[in-house]
């Protein structure tokens, strides 16, 4: 290659006694015929890199031919403009190139392609997405996104992210699970660990905490509001149509009318989970029994611990007559009364789990008559952990009306609490090492039941979390009941007391009292 054709390819004149050309801003065409730019082009690209030494005097020369300075470093700014440009061609025909190998060599065709993308989490589609645009076609497909589990440890999802996810899914959407979990996904079988999250109270391992977020007011973005599901009603409803699980964690921004809003729109629900929502339990079961009648499973945990006295007898009915086909039914953290509980055990039918871990106010009463023809005999599962007011006697006539018969179907059952249980006088005076008479005889009767009754030692108090290997046992297994056989229980203890004892019997009328008051919080929500 010649310098005349170097001069040509940057715009500039190879011969300095010319007059100085005016140079525009951008590298223009140097000629209007295609196969003469292309001639040109290719004969650059001929310019191996073993002539570098003959590019650079080039260049030097092309330079020094200009007589102003202003030439001078007008023609390097060409070059270095002429060069990006071609870097940048090269790599969106490396791109396109690589795109089509992979179209070719990818053995499966687009629709069993977005068969298995849709069959990935939520963020393997993502990342799926942005390796070649052969994937990010098929990850565009609705059925990619009719699974979608968009939780995190942190903040890290907003509402235009769940939005656009919902209308990609459209009418496919299955499944939809949002909000942060501070811990395991789900809380183990027997486990009152508890997965509400409070951005205000702590800093993650991530090393975001709520004193950084209050310093970005009006700039955060990865934060769910009120409105973040707002898209399950939009255009018609089309995406909460046939939806039939959701779950959602700690969206601190969520409360009743936005939530009933939603729900409305997912007649279809059978599976529904939330976790740490500023929402009332008695307006959360009303539109629950309002607007989704073939619900399965409803698991409930208050965002803040017995303060939540707002269930009504009423409310109870309605869940009753209106969801007959409810099997799985956890409401923990709540003040709930044993009229009221009895109300649902005995009413829904089909109950084969129940868990009341964590909850004020009951004592146990709930459970007499119960578990024959006059309901609770499909229960499978009852887990009373941690309930602060359960009382001793009744758990004694509980396993011995067990081993009278009822129950038969029992497979598990959780009386553990970590502050023992009441006396019947006085719910002060704790029980630390209850005497269940009828227990050995009754794992010889029932060897498949499972009895999780862990005590600490009196005067101490345990927070510790039920390992996977304590509560994930299988209970049909035969180990089960032979490390229950010798009725011995395990008592741990711990220094001090972690656990916030209610100060009241927990049947007083005031729902706030013997409870701290958390003030809420002040941030502007967006309307639906």
Same mark, same amino acid.
């Given at each position: 290659m010649d310098s005349a054709l170097l001069h040509h390819a940057?715009?500039?004149?190879?011969?300095?006694?010319?007059?100085?050309?005016?140079?525009?801003?951008?590298i223009s065409t140097p000629t209007s015929d295609p196969n003469q730019f292309d001639a040109l082009l290719e004969s650059l690209l001929d310019f191996h890199d073993s002539s570098a030494i003959t590019l650079d005097l080039a260049i030097d020369r092309i330079i020094e031919s200009r007589p102003h300075d202003s030439d001078k470093n007008d023609v390097i700014h060409r070059a270095l403009r002429l060069g990006s440009a071609l870097t940048e061609a090269?790599?969106?025909?490396?791109?396109?190139?690589a795109s089509t190998h992979n179209a070719v060599v990818w053995p499966l065709p687009s629709d069993l392609t977005i068969k298995v993308f849709s069959l990935l989490d939520t963020q393997s589609v993502c990342h799926a997405a942005a390796t070649?645009?052969?994937?990010?076609?098929?990850?565009? $497909?609705?059925?990619?996104?009719?699974?979608?589990?968009?939780?995190?440890?942190?903040?890290?999802?907003?509402?235009?992210?769940?939005?656009?996810?919902?209308?990609?899914?459209?009418?496919?959407?299955?499944?939809?699970? +949002?909000?942060?979990?501070? %811990?395991?996904?789900?809380?183990?079988? =027997?486990?009152?660990?508890?997965?509400v999250y409070c951005m205000r109270n702590s800093s993650d391992t991530s090393g975001f905490s709520?004193?950084?977020?209050?310093s970005r007011q009006g700039k955060e973005t990865s934060v769910l !509001?009120?409105?973040?599901?707002?898209?399950?009603?939009?255009? =018609? %409803?089309?995406? =909460?149509?046939?939806?039939?699980?959701?779950?959602?964690?700690?969206?601190?921004?969520? $409360?009743?009318?936005?939530? %009933?809003?939603?729900?409305?729109?997912? #007649?279809?629900?059978?599976?529904?989970e939330i976790v740490g929502l500023h929402v009332e339990l008695r307006q959360t079961l009303e539109s629950v029994s309002r607007s989704c009648p073939l619900i399965d499973r409803l698991f409930f945990e208050s965002s803040k611990t017995g303060r939540d006295d707002s269930l009504k007898l009423p409310t109870c009915n309605d869940l009753v007559n209106n969801c007959p086909y409810l099997s799985s039914l956890a409401i923990r953290g709540f003040k709930l009364h044993d009229h009221k509980v009895r109300v649902l055990v005995k009413g829904l039918r089909n109950l084969k789990f129940v868990d009341f871990s964590t909850s004020y106010a009951i004592t146990?009463?709930?459970?007499?008559?119960?578990?024959?023809?006059? =309901?609770?005999?499909? +229960?499978?599962?009852?887990?009373?952990?941690?309930?602060?007011? +359960?009382?001793e006697a009744e758990v004694s006539r509980l396993l011995s009306a067990i081993l009278a018969g009822r129950f038969k179907l029992l497979k598990h059952l959780d009386v553990s609490n970590r502050e023992g249980l009441a006396s019947d006088d006085d719910w002060y005076q704790r029980c630390y090492t209850p005497s269940f008479m009828s227990l050995c005889e009754l794992l010889e009767e029932r060897p498949n039941l499972r009895v999780l009754a862990d005590f600490p030692a009196e005067g101490s108090f345990v927070e510790e979390p039920v390992t996977s290997s304590?509560?994930?046992?299988? !209970?049909?297994?035969?180990?089960?009941?032979?490390?229950? !056989?010798?009725?011995?229980?395990?008592?741990?203890?711990?220094?001090?007391?972690?656990?916030?004892?209610?100060?009241?019997?927990?049947?007083? $009328? $005031? #729902?706030?009292? %013997?409870?701290?008051?958390?003030?809420?919080?002040s941030d502007e929500v967006d309307d639906l």
């Open positions: 940057v715009g500039v004149s190879p011969n300095p006694k010319l007059k100085r050309p005016c140079y525009p801003n951008r090269a790599k969106r025909s490396a791109r396109r190139r070649c645009s052969f994937f990010n076609k098929c990850a565009a $497909d609705p059925l990619c996104y009719s699974d979608i589990n968009l939780t995190t440890i942190v903040p890290r999802v907003n509402n235009i992210v769940v939005s656009t996810m919902i209308k990609r899914a459209g009418k496919v959407l299955r499944s939809l699970k +949002l909000g942060i979990i501070p %811990g395991p996904p789900v809380a183990s079988l =027997g486990s009152s660990q508890a997965l709520w004193n950084d977020k209050k !509001t009120r409105s973040c599901l707002a898209p399950l009603i939009g255009d =018609g %409803g089309t995406a =909460g149509a046939l939806l039939k699980r959701l779950h959602l964690y700690n969206i601190e921004r969520m $409360d009743n009318t936005a939530f %009933g809003a939603a729900i409305s729109a997912c #007649p279809f629900l059978l599976d529904l146990g009463e709930f459970l007499r008559n119960l578990g024959g023809s006059v =309901g609770g005999s499909l +229960l499978e599962v009852l887990i009373l952990r941690d309930c602060m007011h +359960l009382r304590d509560v994930n046992d299988d !209970t049909n297994s035969p180990s089960v009941a032979s490390s229950h !056989t010798s009725a011995e229980y395990v008592f741990t203890s711990s220094s001090e007391s972690s656990y916030n004892s209610d100060q009241s019997s927990g049947n007083e $009328d $005031d #729902p706030n009292a %013997g409870f701290p008051v958390h003030e809420e919080s």
